[in-house]
């Protein structure tokens, strides 16, 4: 029984015209695609962790490669709740929000804008410390989290775009 479920399973799949975005590996549409997308500098410390994973996850493009912009503007937000009677947090809520635009080079178009997102949680403790390296360590996953959802997004457009020549 199981195998005939895994059986039907794998055929309604194979049926659909799913494919694998980054087919080819690191000569297929997707990677080479990303390649050429020149990341702007991002202001502020969110900003430099945003650009740089990007910069991981996307890649370098090579000398006069680029053939996009990517132009990315955050907004990091810490909001205190769980009042107590003395009116102070205990806990809070750390957004990061990114509104991103893919400009094409070569028209100076639009081609893509969108938005990401993410927050956490922190416990706000009696130890400042541990609450600043908390803010921290949540600002540094929420720019991994952001980075990983824009790049999702990046690569989905090229493939459609790139993979329909």
């Not at 794998?10 to 990677?31: F, K, Q, W």
Request: charged fraction near 20%; hydrophobic fraction near 40%; glycine fraction near 12%.
């Amino acid at each position: 029984m199981m195998r005939f479920l895994l059986l039907a399973c794998a055929l309604t799949l194979s049926a659909c015209g799913l494919r694998p975005m980054y087919a080819g590996g690191e000569s297929g549409v997707a990677a080479t695609s990303l390649r050429s997308i020149q990341v702007q500098p991002i202001p502020g410390k969110a900003g430099w962790l945003v650009h740089k994973a990007l910069v991981q996850r996307l890649g370098e493009p090579g000398r006069g490669a680029a053939t996009y912009r990517l132009e990315v503007e955050l907004d990091d937000n810490i909001t205190g709740y769980g009042i107590r009677g003395d009116s102070a947090a205990t806990r809070e809520r750390r957004t990061l929000r990114a509104r991103y635009r893919l400009v094409d080079l070569s028209t100076g178009g639009v081609v893509l804008d969108a938005t990401a997102g993410s927050d956490a949680g922190i416990d706000v403790v009696s130890s400042q410390y541990a609450t600043v390296a908390a803010e921290q360590t949540a600002l540094e996953r929420l720019s991994e989290v952001v980075s990983d959802q824009m790049v999702g997004r990046l690569g989905l457009y090229v493939t459609r775009t790139h993979g329909a020549r």
